[in-house]
């Protein structure tokens, strides 16, 4: 455990029931995510995330072009790509009306999980 780490421990015991938004702890603004994760490996937190928007970025959009044969895409995960490529700008998931929001939740998490790793 690093020195970021620890300090970030001893601010999450100032709070009641140790649980905090992570927006409390703007001092560690920068590397905070990595030091949650870390500590979240190590055994020390637990903690959950929220998909607040969503927005599709340049090599999103260069799966669209692909040939419907060659898109490693499923028809479900090319119809939420297509309608994130339809805003221009960064969407909630409830705007997504296709396929039903579990499904769409999960496509999204499927999407996302390379880039938050």
Do not use: H
């Not at 055994?43 to 898109?71: C, F």
Request: proline share 8%.
């Amino acid at each position: 455990m690093n020195a970021q780490e620890l300090k970030f421990l001893l601010k999450l015991l100032g709070f009641p029931e140790y649980r905090a938004l992570l927006k409390e702890f703007d001092s560690f603004k920068r590397d905070r995510n990595k030091i949650c994760q870390s500590l979240n490996n190590s055994g020390w937190v637990d903690y959950s995330r929220e998909m607040t928007s969503v927005k599709l970025l340049p090599p999103g959009r260069a799966l669209l072009k692909l040939e419907p044969g060659q898109s490693p895409l499923t028809p479900n995960e090319l119809k939420v790509v297509e309608q994130l490529a339809k805003a221009s700008a960064r969407v909630k998931p409830s705007q997504i009306k296709q396929p039903k929001a579990v499904e769409r939740d999960a496509i999204l998490s499927c999407l996302l999980s390379p880039l938050v790793d």
